[in-house]
């Protein structure tokens, strides 16, 4: 599976976007990009994946660049229920769909 | 609530000693995986099982094992701990043909 790069931390002022970046310069074509999401030590939370076209849910938004080598995580109005550790993480098409975690990036939203 | 839920949620125990950890999945979900995240190490994948069989296996020591049994319950069993050992456990379930894994609570196990 390829290798993620994140920032360690980054803040944003609640209401206000947070755009949270990830490279991944290594992925292959058939290889998806995952975000999922810690707050404080509870289970990892699922938040979104793509292959190549931009993604958009209830959560948040996924750009991948068409290149596919870096995606951007867009929280639109982050809240303080948002301050977590954010993974990004590049996942096989194997068939176990196992998740290999980064360190990832921890997300501080400012009252 | 994920729907997975895990037991104990946090277990104390010493050196040397054995303790079991038991998951079970979101009904209908075939898939148990289970993770260690650990101060030093992060998140790691341990092992996985699909439908009662072992379908992947990560980072897991051999005085580490696990089980999927009839129901789709499953139990990871470690055992000659050690300091090192203590972590929280995750364990994550996930239906056929989706993508996304859904992860319980978590058990704290902390070795003295």
């Known amino acids: 599976d390829a290798k993620t790069t994140q920032p360690t931390s980054m803040d944003c002022a609640e209401g206000r976007a947070a755009n949270l970046p990830c490279n991944h310069s290594t992925i292959s074509g058939n290889e998806y990009v995952y975000w999922y999401r810690q707050i404080h030590s509870q289970g990892p939370q699922y938040i979104i994946h793509g292959l190549k076209n931009n993604e958009t849910n209830e959560m948040a938004s996924l750009i991948i660049t068409e290149d596919r080598k870096s995606s951007t995580l867009i929280l639109p109005h982050a809240t303080l229920r948002d301050t977590a550790v954010y993974y990004c993480?590049?996942?096989?098409?194997?068939?176990?769909?196992?998740?290999?975690f980064g360190s990832g990036t921890r997300l501080l939203v400012r009252p | 609530d994920s729907g997975v839920t895990q037991t104990p949620k946090h277990l104390i125990t010493a050196t040397g000693q054995r303790v079991t950890l038991r998951c079970s999945p979101r009904?209908?979900?075939?898939?148990v995986y289970w993770y260690q995240q650990s101060l030093d190490q992060g998140l790691q994948f341990l092992i996985q099982?699909?439908?009662?069989?072992?379908?992947a296996k990560g980072n897991i020591l051999e005085r580490f094992s696990a089980q999927q049994f009839p129901d789709l319950h499953s139990e990871l069993n470690l055992s000659s701990l050690e300091l090192g050992d203590s972590a929280l456990y995750f364990c994550?379930?996930?239906?056929?043909?989706?993508?996304?894994?859904?992860f319980g609570p978590g058990t704290r196990l902390t070795v003295l």
């Open positions: 994550a379930s996930k239906s056929h043909g989706t993508d996304t894994q859904y």
């Open positions: 099982y699909y439908n009662g069989e072992e379908r």
């Open positions: 009904s209908g979900d075939l898939s």
């Open positions: 993480i590049v996942r096989g098409a194997d068939s176990s769909y196992k998740l290999i």
